[in-house]
């Protein structure tokens, strides 16, 4: 009879937690198949509606839900033709000067008031030029499957083209330094479009207001003959990623938060001229981080972007009323990748349950698993992907379930790159020296602390930093980020932005904590000195369902304490008065006696009362 395989913790899918890496470098199959989307989510307000906008934190899965819509679309129709622009890949710092001397200059063309005209750069012809082309190369691409070939076609390319730069591979827009704009057409014997004369258009140059008044010119010529062109029945979707700002030095933040805001203006502008055309079944879809729009709002001027983006705007939350619950939709992700991987080996499941009973134990740290785990994460996808590779890292992971040793093991990587994260969402608020200075402030302070407590170390230890000036700001950006929340004195109720919380509180009755995940990283502990120490040495111990047998030396009302050894070291345990026998136990005191021997398991270690809990039911 064939042994029937048992998955191990490392044979779990994982998956990567940028979902383009996870696309180019796995199946795309295994991706689908896992992928798990908010109940309240209706992404077909997306493809079919008016929504356009996909908004949300980093790691909250705007990209996965980019790549899984194209999806959708090519299970409704397979003749879908669809493009991505994945701008954190595509454009680096050099290609972003390069389209911000553009702007310099276009902005000169540009109806906007005198007095802004030397501090303001603008990027909606830039981004428009790019997404003219980007639907040109797409409907070449598709044999003229989008639009007609027709004369008003042929005069739409030959504008575009009027426009010319060296050639970028089709994979890459490249951003040159230079542009042809050409003047009038000459057709060749051969029937093929040529440009000439041409003038030179140097992005560099500051004395060029004719050649960036033509390019204006051009464009505008282009918009209103796009307008005027005949649609073939084939479905269009482009679907753009969203464009990081870095705060490198203010100059450059305000160049990128520039791009970004008038990259989100022309997606706007593009999909009211396409539903004005008349154009079905054709639409530019947009991801945008939450706290890029934040920073736009707070570092530039923003155009009304909130009024572009209100109304058009679909956020990606992935709150869930109850944290105790395997059917939370972040928790899911984790069962269905487990689902997937016992699939591929003939292993089938009626319900999650069933997968929540095999692969995890019922308690960590005296709380129920599922609460543990979310209570480490943000409630974003990523934290989930980014737990299960910790797990896999880690020395047990060939255990047959997610153990607490696991757990205990896989913090130290979980939490650190949690912090790397959350550090690249501030980004676009600070810059790298204030950054390290916040968190030299939190490092090895108290994982909860009041307001004043905080100012006093402020005080003492960086009364030249910043953060003297700037700490309700600096506190404000953390709790929304997701770094801190707020817990409540009398209620211990807490408060966190991602759980819909907004604005964080400063009031004696409500603590600052920060967040869990990133204790271990920042060296906080609710445990001090030797007592800390034997908590450290226990948790590093991976000894769950181990057979025991445990040796009672006292019995108090509900428990039997006991002692009991594994590979010749000694442990403290104590065995719960319902887990000593599957009959009800009337009276302990009658039925368990100093000195007895008990054939026990091991579950988990207590860390408030320094014990082992052991079982003696069956695991």
Known sequence: MEIQKKLEVRDIYIGKPDAKDEIISQSSDEFFKSFVIPQSFDYNELISGDKMFISGFKGTGKTALLLFLNNECLKVDNQTCSSFMLFKSDYNNIQRMNLENVSNNIIKTIDIQKDTLETEQDFEYIWRWILFKQIIDDNTRQHGGIFIEDKNWINFIETINKISADKSS????????????????????????????????????????????????????????????SRKDIPYYLFIDELEAFYSEKVTLQRDLKMIRDMIITVKFMNDLIKKSNFNNIKF?????????????????????NKVISGYS?????????????????????LKRIELSENKIGIQFKNYKEIYD??????????????????????KPRDIVRFLNATKNTQHSRRTLYTPGIFNEC?????????????????ALYTPEEIKEIFMCLTGFK???????????????????????????????????????????????????????????????????????????LSLSEKHGRIATIIEKNNSIDLYGTFVEAVVHKVVLGFAIVTFHVDGEKYNGSIYVNNLSEKRIKNIFDFVKPGDVLNASVLTYNSKHLKWNLTCLDM
């Open 170 to 229: 089709s994979r890459f827009l490249k951003l040159p330094n230079k542009l042809k704009l050409g003047m009038h057409y000459i057709s060749q014997p051969t029937g093929v479009q040529t440009v000439t004369p041409e003038i030179e258009l140097d992005f560099n140059s500051k004395d060029n207001l004719k050649e960036y008044s033509h390019f204006v010119s051009l464009i505008d010529e282009a918009t209103e003959l796009f307008s005027c062109l």
């Open 285 to 305: 879809i947009c991801s945008i981080r939450t706290e890029i729009i934040n920073s736009i709002c707070h570092y530039i001027s923003p155009k009304e972007i």
């Open 314 to 334: 679909c956020p990606l939350t992935w709150s869930y009323d109850n944290n105790n619950s395997y059917a939370h939709p972040i928790f899911e992700i984790w």
């Open 358 to 379: 095999k692969w995890f134990c019922p308690e960590l740290h005296n709380t129920p698993t599922v609460t543990y785990i979310l209570n480490n994460t943000w409630n």
């Open 411 to 427: 913090v130290s990587e979980y939490s650190e790159e949690s912090l790397k994260e959350l550090k690249e969402e501030l980004n």
């Open 447 to 521: 994982p909860i602390f009041s307001y004043d407590e905080l100012i006093k170390r402020i005080e003492k230890y960086f009364k030249i930093s910043f953060l003297n000036e700037k700490i309700n700001s600096v506190l404000n950006d953390l709790y929304r980020v997701g770094i801190i929340g707020n817990n409540s004195l009398s209620s211990n109720i807490s408060r966190w932005e991602y759980k819909g919380n907004q604005g964080i509180i400063f009031d004696e009755e409500w603590e600052i904590v920060i967040h869990r995940a990133l204790w271990k990283t």
